[in-house]
C-alpha cells in the first residue's frame, strides 16, 4: 500500500492512526475555530496526526426544513480561516463537479458523500483536482464493489484515494458493520478510514431527522482499529444534543480524548502483533 499525504500527515500502513474530527456541519468562524483548537490540543498531546472536517452544506439532510449549512462561499472562507489560524489540514463534502473545483481552492482532502460514491462526473472531476479523494462508502454497496470506484478515481491519474467504511443498511433506519470490509478495502492497495460516527446514524429515524446512537461510537472504533483501519473519522462537537445536524451521532468533545486514548493502545498492539508475524 501507497501512503496518501495531506500536507505533512501520511495515512497509511506503516504510519500512525489518524484522525478526521470536527462538528458535522459549519455553524459560524468563532465555533469552527474553537472546536478545531481544542481538537488540535488533544491530538497534539497524543501525537496523532488530525484533519479538520466540517461540511458548508449538508445536501442530503432527510427534511427540507432541516439546516444545511452556511453554503459554500461563506463555509470555504471559515475552512480557509481555520487552515491560517490552527495550522490543521482540512476536509469537506462536495457534491457536484462544480463544488469540487471551487472547493479544491481551500480543503486539503475533498470528501464524496456515501450517497454519491457512484457518481463518476463527481469522482473524476474531484480527482482532477490532485487533492486527497475520500470516498465513503455507500450504505447499498459491497466493500467489493468499492474497487470500481477507487478505479474511477484513480482513472484521472489521481491515487491519493482514501476509502471510508460508514455502515451498511440493515433494514429500515438502521446500519450494521461487517467489519471484514476494512481489510477487503485495503487490499485495493489505498488507506481505509473507518467512520465511527455515522456508523451509528439511524438513517431517517426520527422521521424529519436521522437518530442515533453515540453510546456505541467508542465499542465500533475499537473494533474497526483492532481490524486495521488506516484512521478514524469521528464527528464531534462540544454539545452535540443542541447540535444543528446529526446531534445523536456525535461525540463529545470532552469525551474525545478518553476515547482516543484507547484506540492508541488497541493499535499499538495490533502494529506489534503484525511485526512480530
Known amino acids: 500500500m501507497k501512503p496518501v499525504s495531506v500536507g505533512s500527515i501520511k495515512i497509511g500502513e506503516g504510519h500512525p492512526l489518524a484522525l478526521i474530527a470536527g ?8 465555533h469552527a475555530l474553537k472546536h478545531a483548537r481544542l481538537i ?21 439532510r ?11 462561499d461563506q ?13 490543521v489540514p482540512v476536509l469537506t463534502d462536495v457534491h457536484t463537479p462544480e463544488e469540487a473545483i471551487k472547493a479544491s481552492a481551500v480543503a486539503d482532502v475533498l470528501q464524496i ?21 475520500n470516498v465513503k462508502k455507500g450504505q447499498f454497496l459491497s466493500p467489493q464493489e468499492m474497487k470500481n470506484v477507487a478505479e474511477k478515481v484513480a482513472s484521472s491519474g489521481n491515487r491519493n484515494i482514501l476509502l471510508t467504511e460508514r455502515g ?13 470490509a476494512i481489510p477487503i478495502m485495503r487490499e485495493f492497495g489505498y488507506p481505509v478510514i473507518f467512520d465511527a460516527t455515522h456508523s451509528v ?32 473519522f469521528m464527528e464531534v462537537h462540544e454539545d452535540p444534543d443542541h447540535a444543528p445536524s446529526d446531534g445523536p451521532n ?6 474525545l480524548e478518553k476515547l482516543l486514548e484507547k484506540l492508541l493502545k488497541i493499535n499499538q498492539a495490533v502494529s506489534h502483533g503484525s511485526k512480530r508475524r
Open 23 to 30: 462538528p458535522c456541519v459549519i455553524e459560524n468562524e468563532k
Open 113 to 133: 458523500p456515501a450517497f454519491l460514491c457512484r457518481q463518476t462526473d463527481l469522482l473524476t472531476a474531484a480527482a482532477k483536482t490532485g487533492k486527497t479523494v
Open 250 to 255: 456525535m461525540v463529545r468533545l470532552s469525551e
Open 201 to 232: 446514524q439511524q438513517p431517517g429515524g426520527r422521521g424529519n431527522s436521522s437518530g442515533g446512537d453515540r453510546r456505541f461510537v467508542p465499542t465500533l472504533a475499537q473494533a474497526a482499529v483492532a481490524a486495521g483501519c488506516d484512521g478514524v
Open 168 to 180: 451498511t443498511f440493515f433494514g429500515y433506519n438502521a446500519l450494521v458493520n461487517d467489519f471484514r
Open 40 to 60: 488540535q490540543k488533544i491530538t497534539k498531546r497524543l501525537r496523532i496526526p488530525f484533519i479538520y472536517k466540517s461540511s458548508y452544506d449538508k445536501a442530503n
Open 62 to 72: 432527510s427534511s427540507i426544513g432541516s439546516f444545511r449549512g452556511l453554503g459554500i
Open 75 to 87: 463555509g470555504l472562507m471559515i475552512l480557509d480561516h481555520v487552515k491560517e489560524e490552527v495550522g
